[in-house]
T-cell receptor, first 114, second 115 residues
Framework: DAKTTQPPSMDCAEGRAANLPCNHS???????VYWYRQIHSQGPQYIIH???NNETNEMASLIITEDRKSSTLILPHATLRDTAVYYC???????????????FGEGTQLTVNP | DAGVIQSPRHEVTEMGQEVTLRCKPI?????LFWYRQTMMRGLELLIY????????DSGMPEDRFSAKMPNASFSTLKIQPSEPRDSAVYFC?????????????FGQGTRLTVV
């Protein structure tokens, strides 16, 4: 699986958009970009994933550059409860024989300030 | 659905004792993952199952660790004998493969302390 690079920490004001970047310059054509977050003392929580098109769900938006070498997770109106470590993961496409695995890096600690 | 259920939430044991962690995946999910999280090493994948069959156990640190999935609704991670360096939070996660490659759902974790 391709390696990802994220800033170790970011701050955001409550109510503002939080834009979390991720570099995955070695991503290959069949690899997806996944985002998870982990609030202190809880299990990781799936947020969103994408292949090459931008994606949006009730939690966030995912913007993937055209060359797919980087992506940005956008929380449109950050709240204090969005304070967490955010993980960007690149994973190979599902295969029947090899299954799937998620390899977590160090992530970005997002702190939303009042 | 109640989500992925892990038990116990907290476990304190003495070095040398056997420890068994339990996980109930979300009904209908055919993949189950065991992770370990420490400050030093972050989140590490230990082993995962597909349709109750272990697919990749390359992350299991030593022979002291073993995992089983006797049926689709239950899995255990056993450490025998336990050591202080096994102290960590152990997470179980499950995922289904029907449709698109949606994300995995994690349990609340078991915080293990070996003294």
């Amino acid at each position: 699986d391709a390696k990802t690079t994220q800033p170790p920490s970011m701050d955001c004001a409550e109510g503002r958009a939080a834009n979390l970047p991720c570099n995955h310059s070695t991503i290959s054509g069949n690899e997806y970009v996944y985002w998870y977050r982990q609030i202190h003392s809880q299990g990781p929580q799936y947020i969103i994933h994408g292949l090459k098109n931008n994606e949006t769900n009730e939690m966030a938006s995912l913007i993937i550059t055209e060359d797919r070498k980087s992506s940005t997770l956008i929380l449109p109106h950050a709240t204090l409860r969005d304070t967490a470590v955010y993980y960007c993961i690149v994973r190979v496409a599902y295969k029947e024989t090899s299954g799937s695995r998620l390899t977590f890096g160090e992530g970005t600690q997002l702190t939303v300030n009042p | 659905d109640a989500g992925v259920i892990q038990s116990p939430r907290h476990e304190v044991t003495e070095m040398g004792q056997e420890v068994t962690l339990r996980c109930k995946p979300i009904s209908g999910h055919d993949y189950l993952f065991w992770y370990r999280q420490t400050m030093m090493r972050g989140l590490e994948l230990l082993i995962y199952f597909n349709n109750n069959v272990p697919i990749d156990d390359s992350g299991m640190p030593e022979d002291r660790f073993s995992a089983k999935m006797p049926n689709a609704s239950f899995s255990t991670l056993k450490i025998q004998p336990s050591e202080p360096r096994d102290s960590a939070v152990y997470f179980c996660a499950s995922r289904q493969t029907r449709g698109t490659m949606n994300g995995a759902f994690f349990g609340q974790g078991t915080r293990l302390t070996v003294v």
